[in-house]
C-alpha cells in the first residue's frame, strides 16, 4: 500500500503557517522566511526588507508603491537618486549613445524643445568652459534681442553692420588704432550735407604741414 498523507487542520494548521515564531531556511540561504519580521529572502539569510534579492533578478513587469533600492540607486514616487553619490546615464557608447528626455529642470535651470532658461527671475546663465576652452557656435546666424557686453577682445571676419537706421549710434570710447580707409575711393563721404562735422583737425593740421613745406 502507498504511503497515504494526512490532512491538518484546526489549530495545528494555524502553528504551521505561523511557525511559532521561527524562521525557516531552505537549502541555508535559497529562500529564507524571517516569520518574526515579515521579511522574505532569496539568497541571503538575513533579509532587511519585504523582499531582499542578492542574486540576478529577472522580471518582465516590477511594480513598486513606494520605494525601490538598486544597490545604491533609489527610486521613490518621482525622484531617482543616488544615496552615495552621482547618477551617471550612459547608454550603449558603441551604437549611438543617447539620452532622450522631452524636458529637463533643475532648480534653476530649464531646458525644453529648442529652448534654455533659467526658473529664477533676474537671475544669469552662465555657460563656462574650462581653462582655454572656448564656447563655439556652429550655426550660420546668432540673433541677440538684447545688449551684448564682453570684457575681452572681440574679432570680427567678414562684413560688419552697425545700426539699421540713421537713430541708431555709435560711440567710441576708445582711441582708433588703425587707418580709416574707404572701400571704394571716392564713393564715401566723412559727414553730409545735413549732418556735418564741427571741426575738422585732420584736415587743418594737413593745410599746416603742407604750408610749412612751402
Given at each position: 500500500?502507498?504511503?497515504?498523507?494526512?490532512?491538518?487542520?484546526?489549530?495545528?494548521?494555524?502553528?504551521?503557517?505561523?511557525?511559532?515564531?521561527?524562521?525557516?531556511?531552505?537549502?541555508?540561504?535559497?529562500?529564507?522566511?524571517?516569520?518574526?519580521?515579515?521579511?522574505?529572502?532569496?539568497?541571503?539569510?538575513?533579509?532587511?526588507?519585504?523582499?531582499?534579492?542578492?542574486?540576478?533578478?529577472?522580471?518582465?513587469?516590477?511594480?513598486?508603491?513606494?520605494?525601490?533600492?538598486?544597490?545604491?540607486?533609489?527610486?521613490?514616487?518621482?525622484?531617482?537618486?543616488?544615496v552615495s553619490g552621482n547618477v551617471t546615464l550612459s547608454p550603449n557608447q558603441s551604437l549611438n549613445p543617447t539620452v532622450n528626455v522631452p524636458r529637463l529642470t533643475t532648480a534653476f535651470f530649464d531646458v525644453?524643445?529648442?529652448?534654455?532658461?533659467?526658473?529664477?527671475?533676474?537671475?544669469?546663465?552662465?555657460?563656462?568652459?574650462?581653462?582655454?576652452?572656448?564656447?563655439?557656435?556652429?550655426?550660420?546666424?546668432?540673433?541677440?534681442?538684447?545688449?551684448?557686453?564682453?570684457?575681452?577682445?572681440?574679432?570680427?571676419?567678414?562684413?560688419?553692420?552697425?545700426?539699421?537706421?540713421?537713430?541708431?549710434?555709435?560711440?567710441?570710447?576708445?582711441?582708433?588704432?588703425?587707418?580709416?580707409?574707404?572701400?571704394?575711393?571716392?564713393?564715401?563721404?566723412?559727414?553730409?550735407?545735413?549732418?556735418?562735422?564741427?571741426?575738422?583737425?585732420?584736415?587743418?593740421?594737413?593745410?599746416?604741414?603742407?604750408?610749412?613745406?612751402?
Open positions: 500500500m502507498g504511503r497515504e498523507l494526512g490532512r491538518i487542520s484546526g489549530p495545528l494548521l494555524a502553528e504551521n503557517l505561523l511557525r511559532n515564531g521561527n524562521n525557516l531556511a531552505f537549502e541555508t540561504n535559497l529562500l529564507y522566511l524571517d516569520v518574526v519580521n515579515g521579511w522574505i529572502g532569496i539568497k541571503i539569510a538575513t533579509p532587511t526588507r519585504t523582499l531582499n534579492i542578492t542574486s540576478t533578478t529577472d522580471t518582465t513587469n516590477l511594480i513598486v508603491d513606494t520605494r525601490a533600492t538598486v544597490a545604491n540607486l533609489e527610486f521613490t514616487t518621482s525622484q531617482i537618486q543616488n525644453t524643445t529648442n529652448s534654455i532658461s533659467n526658473t529664477t527671475l533676474d537671475s544669469n546663465i552662465v555657460l563656462d568652459p574650462m581653462g582655454t576652452g572656448r564656447l563655439v557656435v556652429t550655426t550660420a546666424n546668432v540673433d541677440i534681442r538684447g545688449s551684448l557686453h564682453a570684457t575681452g577682445n572681440i574679432t570680427w571676419d567678414g562684413s560688419v553692420v552697425l545700426g539699421d537706421s540713421d537713430t541708431d549710434n555709435v560711440t567710441f570710447n576708445a582711441d582708433i588704432n588703425s587707418n580709416i580707409i574707404p572701400n571704394v575711393t571716392n564713393a564715401s563721404n566723412l559727414g553730409s550735407v545735413a549732418k556735418e562735422w564741427r571741426n575738422y583737425i585732420l584736415v587743418i593740421y594737413l593745410v599746416i604741414i603742407l604750408s610749412a613745406q612751402h
